[in-house]
């Protein structure tokens, strides 16, 4: 599964799956196999545990309270395993979470798929099961009647779907729809010390991967090769959740790739965007290489990106608005020829948008974001320059802030001549 297509299923990417998905499916002109000396180095760390998803409920029910909401509905996703370990999908079948301002939380799904859902269900023992010539809506108005919510604001997460709000308002003629979001936002864009540590750990395998990746490369690969084994490789390590793409050449000038097939020779720009989940939480790191020499453009172009990461670094401090992170960037590159805002050659999507336990959340290093950065945010940091027809650049490091400001979960790689980068330590705070 490609990026595109895994953030789609996730929830993550609201858009239709761009044309990298092609780029991902050419066909292996030959084997390439990992090497079986790496293994999983995931053992150090340990999932999210019930004592936290209470703890984040007794959050949710605070935020609540302060933003005058009287409860919230959930749909399967990451806000859903966020609060109660449940991972499950969506169909038109509805299965929902209700976490109420006060009292136990309860959940609704199909009478047959009870079973499968308690498998992974960490928190809260009130589950209540639709027939399937059964209304679910009544069963959530009857969760809300039995815990005295009858009226007020009711929060629907941002991803919930239209046919489930539709369905239930006309049950709670007293009770008004709002955005979730001030609750959901509020406990999951600020991230623990242990979340810190699983995505860490997320990085920590997909850079080894990528040095496993890098030093396997050879002339006559396709993408496809390139990108199974970087697949294989995060899997021996111990990820999950694996997506991996890899742009060579002129295909490398689109952030998302082209139809159109490539083969690695020498002088080719290699730009790999890949990802792995750690116990439900993510990584994403983005290298760009040269296999064989460098031209003195190819050389150019990188140092400009690599200088841009930094700029997007130095500028996301705390108090410091998401955008103007986004701003610096491009004020450094129309300095130097580039845009200027989206316009190519240049940078042509965002700096970076918010991780953890899906590959994009809120916020956004986005020209015109307003939120403020503080601890416990996580981002990626993804510049690049792209120029049609020729190849692109983009160079991929994630970020979190504490008390002091950014921190790296990897360090940038120095130059093209030393493209991977390094793991650095977690600084608490």
Partial sequence: MDKRAFLKFTGAGLAAAPLASFAQQDTAKKPFYTDTKIADITASVSPVTVKERRARIAKAQQLMAKNDVAAIILEPGAAMDYFTGIQWWRSERLTAVVIPREGDIAVVTPFFEKPSVEESLQVGEDIRVWQEHESPFKQVAQILADRKVDKGRLGFEASVRYFVLNGLIPLLPDMQNVSAEPVTLGCRMFKSDHELR????????????????????????????????????????????????????????????????????????????????????????????????????????????????????????????????????????????????????????????????????????????????????????????????????????????????????????????????????????
Avoid at 229 to 245: E, F, H, I, N, V
Avoid at 265 to 276: P, W, Y
Avoid at 325 to 337: F, W
């Fill in 198 to 429: 699983l995505m860490h750990k997320a990085n920590e395998v997909t850079l080894k991967a990528y040095t496993h990746v890098y030093e396997r490369l050879e002339a006559g690969m396709s993408q496809a090769d390139v990108k199974n084994l970087m697949q294989q490789a995060q899997q021996k390590l111990g990820g999950s959740d694996l997506w991996a793409m890899a742009l060579f050449n002129e295909g490398s000038a689109y952030p998302h790739g082209t139809r159109k097939e490539q083969v690695l020779k020498e002088g080719s720009v290699v730009l790999m965007d890949c990802g792995c989940a750690v116990h439900g939480y993510q990584s994403d790191i983005s290298r760009t290489f040269v296999f064989g020499e460098p031209t003195d453009k190819q050389q150019q172009v990188w140092n400009s990106v690599r200088k841009g990461q930094q700029v997007a670094f130095e500028q996301a401090q705390l108090g410091n608005t998401a955008g103007s992170v986004d701003d610096a960037v491009r004020s450094l590159y129309k300095k130097q020829g580039y845009g200027p805002d989206y316009q190519l050659p240049g940078l042509s999507h965002r700096t970076g948008h918010g991780i953890g336990m899906q590959g994009h959340e809120r916020v956004n290093f986005v020209h015109g974001e307003k939120t403020t950065l503080q601890p416990g945010m996580c981002f990626s940091n993804e510049p690049g320059i792209y120029i049609p027809g020729e190849f692109g650049v983009r160079l991929e490091d994630c970020i979190y802030m504490n008390s002091k400001g950014p921190q790296w979960f990897t360090r940038p790689p120095k130059s093209l001549a030393e493209p991977l980068g390094e793991l650095a330590p977690l600084a608490f705070s």
